[in-house]
T-cell receptor, first 116, second 114 residues
Framework: DAGVIQSPRHEVTEMGQEVTLRCKPI?????LFWYRQTMMRGLELLIY????????DSGMPEDRFSAKMPNASFSTLKIQPSEPRDSAVYFC??????????????FGDGTRLSIL | AQKVTQAQTEISVVEKEDVTLDCVYE???????LFWYKQPPSGELVFLIR??????QNEISGRYSWNFQKSTSSFNFTITASQVVDSAVYFC???????????FGKGITLSVRP
């Protein structure tokens, strides 16, 4: 079975450019999560969706970041304009629906983003 | 607010040694879930185990075992007879109630030397 698929795997771009990260969750999973991993802050949740609806975006750093989930099989995380401090590994994860039983999140391989 | 503390930052052992990775959590909820994830050098995050707050039974899976103690708010992970392939960063994580939001600890870097 295909896992969570993220693209691109690596992205290097100059500051000020728009960056779009993509994620395809596991089929049948109805929750999707975007995380950022840095040495300084560790793994932090940016935003998550249930049934394509954003539930909690309190982790989104600022207005330069936006995320969408137009359908159950695709999500994007966009940074515009990008800054060097956005350099990090961005993970997408998805999980099964679960009633009062938080299901484990399954992670993609991540996108390593470098902003020069 | 929920919090996960992994006080150990780096552990180095020789192959075949047993090693325990500590995890202490804080939560005000009576219903919560604890997780362990492994991040090998290749960078992906691999789910290892989930435990809910009502199930304090310890679990064993091959060389891996987990000790959940609500009295000390701990969910420790032991690797028996460690192998070089166990070298990775291990994260403990917590979610509360029906909220799917995961809070991760800082992670423990485990190095297993041949």
């Amino acid at each position: 079975d295909a896992g969570v698929i993220q693209s691109p795997r690596h992205e290097v771009t100059e500051m000020g450019q728009e960056v779009t990260l993509r994620c395809k969750p596991i089929s049948g999973h109805n929750s999707l999560f975007w995380y950022r991993q840095t040495m300084m802050r560790g793994l932090e949740l940016l935003i998550y969706f249930n049934n394509n609806v954003p539930i909690d975006d309190s982790g989104m750093p600022e207005d330069r970041f936006s995320a969408k989930m137009p359908n159950a099989s695709f999500s994007t995380l966009k940074i515009q304009p990008s800054e060097p401090r956005d350099s990090a590994v961005y993970f997408c994860a998805s999980s099964f629906p679960g009633i009062n039983s938080n299901q484990p999140q399954h992670f993609g391989d991540g996108t390593r983003l470098s902003i020069l | 607010a929920q919090k996960v503390t992994q006080a150990q930052t780096e552990i180095s052992v020789v192959e075949k040694e047993d090693v325990t990775l500590d995890c202490v959590y804080e939560t005000r909820d009576t219903t919560y879930y604890l997780f362990w994830y492994k991040q090998p050098p290749s960078g992906e995050l691999v789910f290892l185990i989930r435990r809910n707050s009502f199930d304090e039974q310890n679990e064993i899976s091959g060389r891996y075992s987990w000790n959940f103690q609500k009295s000390t708010s701990s969910f420790n992970f032991t690797i028996t007879a460690s192998q070089v392939v166990d070298s990775a960063v291990y994260f403990c994580a917590l979610s509360e109630g029906a909220n799917s939001k995961l809070t991760f600890g800082k992670g423990i870097t485990l190095s297993v030397r041949p």
